[in-house]
């Protein structure tokens, strides 16, 4: 039984999620586990979550102490930190989700904690956008979780408990490992896309465009690697991932794009990083995200 979360990563997501488990079971049941510095940053901060003023609690990591739930909700770059930060968080029991991008945290967590502890999770359909300490959204999106080891399946029962206790969206996957490549292969598209081009969801879709193309082609190449991997990516996915996102707010952007109106160091390491480096490893040429890190790191140097 959840009846305690801690929290790590205070972004977008993290808020949202804060704001539904203290929506159900009470703000006590819920903190941000943060750093001293973070703890005088964001001490005293009222959030607005829709425009509603919320107060969340903040723990100290040297005083915090285990809790039933570990949600990690951190920047890819800022995982090797939240390990530590997280460390007095995780008792014998404790289960931990990571909501973060990519197809690698859940590995790096496990091999810090122990996989036992984990399951495996993909965020996606949300719109949530983060600026400051305003938090805006219309569609909360779901959670799509699953397990890859037996030991792992008490974690996926008790979580599912949670989630029904605080009316959280969600879908259990039989196979996870390929939703968390299906969900990949959107963010290297949509994610870098909006930040290369400087624009928004509704860039994206225009056809025939610059961006529209790029975006395809980037998602394409994550197709092939997934496919070299053993993992059955297909061109239906890529078209089930863009009907979810016409159905987001045009005007709105994905976390990226938000990093580069704020002047933040994105995630393009995790992105093309990660498909650059392994697609070499299989020979694949991936000249969309070629240009997408390279074009990324030239804004990038301008901050």
């Known amino acids: 039984m959840i009846k305690k979360t801690a ?3 205070m972004g977008a997501l993290g808020l949202l999620y804060a704001d539904q488990i203290a929506s159900f079971q009470g703000k006590e049941s819920v903190s941000f586990v943060m750093d001293r510095e973070r703890i005088e940053k964001y001490s005293g901060t009222v959030f607005a979550c829709n425009g509603v003023e919320k107060r969340f609690q903040m723990v100290e990591d040297t005083k ?4 039933d739930l570990v949600i990690v909700a951190v920047k890819y770059n800022g995982l090797s930190s939240a390990l530590d930060t997280m460390r007095g968080c995780i008792g ?4 931990i989700m990571s909501v973060m991008n990519g197809i690698d945290s859940e590995e790096k967590i496990a091999q810090r904690y122990g996989s036992n502890h984990m399951i495996y999770t993909v965020a996606q359909g949300m719109d949530a956008m983060k600026f400051g300490s305003k938090l805006t959204y219309t569609k909360m999106g779901e959670l799509r979780i699953g397990v890859i080891l037996e030991e792992q399946k008490k974690n996926l029962e008790t979580v599912k408990e949670f989630f029904d206790e605080i009316r959280m969206p969600y879908t259990i996957e039989e196979d996870i490992l390929y939703r968390i490549w299906g969900k990949f292969m959107l963010n290297v598209g949509i994610n870098q896309t909006c930040l290369a081009f400087e624009t ?11 961006e529209n ?3 395809l082609a980037a998602m394409r190449e994550v ?9 059955p990516l297909s061109e ?5 991932y863009i009907e979810i996102v016409k159905t987001l707010l045009p005007e709105g952007m994905p976390s990226m794009r938000q990093d580069g109106v704020a002047h933040r160091y994105s995630e393009v390491e995790m992105f ?4 650059k480096r392994l697609a070499a490893e299989y020979g694949i040429q991936t000249p969309a995200n070629d240009f997408l890190y390279n074009r990324i790191k030239e804004i990038e140097a301008q901050y």
């Open 236 to 240: 239906k996915d890529l078209e089930y």
């Open 64 to 67: 915090a102490t285990p809790a």
């Open 7 to 9: 929290i790590v990563g």
């Open 213 to 215: 193309k790029t975006m």
């Open 92 to 95: 014998e029991h404790t289960v």
């Open 200 to 210: 928004n969801y509704g860039g994206t879709l225009k056809e025939n465009s610059e």
């Open 223 to 231: 197709i092939t690697l997934a496919n070299a991997k053993g993992i």
């Open 272 to 275: 093309a990083g990660t498909v």
